[in-house]
């Protein structure tokens, strides 16, 4: 099992820029695909960013161009880099496993608003 935990949300101004991490416990992170997902008030969940164990990346077309997901394997550790936010941005956002899904953290708010 790989327990998860979010951080570095907040408020900032449309334009502005964020930059998440998820911590993640347990040996098998480093052979798993990992992704962002977010969800907004009332919507479902999305998967807007994911990573495989070697480096690879793919992302939702709303977000492509603006966010960047890392890895750090040896700090067992994913990051998003978010830059040019907008307000339909905002989400609480979510690090999990992109094809195995453990048990979901508690998220990280992200609000986009002037």
């Known amino acids: 099992q790989v327990q998860l935990v979010e951080s570095g949300g907040g408020l900032v101004q449309p334009g502005g820029s964020l930059r998440l991490s998820c911590a993640a416990s347990?040996?098998?992170?480093?052979?798993?695909?990992m992704g962002w997902y977010r969800q907004p008030l009332g919507k479902q969940r999305e998967l807007v960013a994911h990573?495989?164990?070697?480096?690879?990346?793919n992302y939702a077309d709303s977000v492509k161009g603006r966010f960047t997901i890392s890895r750090d394997n040896a700090k067992n550790a994913v990051y998003l880099q978010m830059n040019s936010l907008k307000p339909e941005d905002t989400a609480v956002y979510y690090c999990?496993?992109?094809?195995?899904?453990?048990?979901w953290g508690q998220g990280t708010q992200v609000t986009v608003s002037s």
């Open positions: 999990n496993g992109a094809q195995t899904i453990w048990a």
């Open positions: 347990g040996s098998l992170f480093r052979f798993k695909v």
């Open positions: 990573i495989t164990s070697d480096g690879r990346t």
